[in-house]
Each structure stands twice: as structure tokens, then as C-alpha cells.
T-cell receptor
Framework: KNQVEQSPQSLIILEGKNCTLQ??????????LRWYKQDTGRGPVSLTI?????NTKSNGRYTATLDADTKQSSLHITASQLSDSASYIC?????????FGTGTSLTVIP | DTAVSQTPKYLVTQMGNDKSIKCEQN?????MYWYKQDSKKFLKIMFS???????INETVPNRFSPKSPDKAHLNLHINSLELGDSAVYFC???????????FGNGTRLTVT
């Protein structure tokens, strides 16, 4: 069964600290994996897209990793800011179908 | 310019009513989608349209019907609304390949 699981479900960190969000998937065959950020009251916005051959990709303070062998991905946020408070959603594409994770709710406090 | 726009942003209505949500994208994408986000923030696909052809229908009730007058629009019609239909509905679009999904800002539907 194609599934995408994320952990932790929620996370609270102090401003300036780093954090890592996890995504495990069983989707097959694999096309690519995407991380989205969803601010409250807004639609999700793409942060990174990773293909099978990519291990690491950065977008500013966001760094995504992918291990296609173990079917795991992580999103590392460096020097967190208050504006990073949002839900982060992992999405895996197979063929023309997207599979969504349940998301991690991140709260950054001053 | 808003890439994917959906209206209305909020919709409050009574059980049994029929309502529509509109969606337009100006990205030239060939595929549009409707997603339902429940109270636990889980996004579940409802429909997708590629070149006016329905290609995914995730067993949603037939009270929900997508209507695509052209490549840039995918509207969602809902008949005989039920309490369980209360949720946030997101429209999205993408282009085949590595293009990410571009989402609208959602329509919060409340059925009373």
C-alpha cells in the first residue's frame, strides 16, 4: 500500500535553533519527493523537489535529504525563525499520482 | 498576480444546499486538482483534470462534481451538502514532469 508517514506530528522549538523533520514512504514506483510549507490559512507552497538520484538539496535555510534505498527523506531547518512556524508536508509522486504525508506542525517560539 | 485563485475564501451554508467553488490558474498548466483538507490537516485528492479529461477520482461521493469549462478553470460543484463536507478545499495545478503543485489559498466550507 502506498503511504507517506511523517514525524514528529508536532514540534516546538526556540527561535534560532535547528530542527529536522522526517518522512518515510512506501510509494512505488518512485518519481520524485517534494516538501511543502503550509502557513495557517494559506495553500501549501513547494520548498524542494528531489528526484531519485539526488541526495541533498538546499533552499536557503532549508535542506532536504533523500535516501531512496531506505525510502526516507528529511527536511532540516537551520537557525529557525518565527516565520518558519507552519505545517510541513512531504509529498511523493508516482506516475501521475501524488501521495501526501499527514504533515508536521512546527511552532517556533521567541 | 495570483497563480491559482479560488473563490470564495469562506462559504457558510446549511445542510441540503447546493454550492460551487471556482478555481482559475494563470500558469498555463495542463492539470488541475481539487483536494480536501480535514481537521487534522491531511490533504486528500478528490479530482484531477488533464486537458478536460478526468483522470483521477478518489471515490468521492457523487454529490461532488468537477466542471472544467477550459484548461485554466476547474470548478467544484457540491449538491445536497452534509455536515461532514465541512473542510477546507484546495485547488491546485501542475505541469507534467518536475513541476511542483501550485495551490490556491483554500476555501473554508462550513455546513450548519
Amino acid at each position: 500500500k502506498n503511504q507517506v508517514e511523517q514525524s514528529p506530528q508536532s514540534l516546538i522549538i526556540l527561535e534560532g535553533k535547528n530542527c529536522t523533520l522526517q518522512c518515510n514512504y512506501t510509494v512505488s514506483p518512485f518519481s520524485n519527493l517534494r516538501w511543502y510549507k503550509q502557513d495557517t490559512g494559506r495553500g501549501p507552497v513547494s520548498l524542494t523537489i528531489m528526484t531519485f538520484s539526488e541526495n541533498t538539496k538546499s533552499n536557503g535555510r532549508y535542506t532536504a535529504t533523500l535516501d531512496a534505498d531506505t525510502k526516507q527523506s528529511s527536511l532540516h531547518i537551520t537557525a529557525s525563525q518565527l516565520s518558519d512556524s507552519a505545517s510541513y508536508i512531504c509529498v511523493v509522486l508516482t506516475g501521475n499520482q501524488f501521495y501526501f504525508g499527514t504533515g508536521t506542525s512546527l511552532t517556533v517560539i521567541p | 498576480d495570483t497563480a491559482v485563485s479560488q473563490t470564495p475564501k469562506y462559504l457558510v451554508t446549511q445542510m441540503g444546499n447546493d454550492k460551487s467553488i471556482k478555481c482559475e490558474q494563470n500558469l498555463g498548466h495542463d492539470t488541475m486538482y481539487w483536494y480536501k483538507q480535514d481537521s487534522k490537516k491531511f490533504l486528500k485528492i478528490m479530482f484531477s483534470y488533464n486537458n478536460k479529461e478526468l483522470i483521477i477520482n478518489e471515490t468521492v461521493p457523487n454529490r461532488f462534481s468537477p466542471k472544467s469549462p477550459d484548461k485554466a478553470h476547474l470548478n467544484l460543484h457540491i449538491n445536497s451538502l452534509e455536515l461532514g463536507d465541512s473542510a477546507v478545499y484546495f485547488c491546485a495545478s501542475s505541469q507534467v514532469g518536475l513541476s511542483p503543485l501550485h495551490f490556491g489559498n483554500g476555501t473554508r466550507l462550513t455546513v450548519t
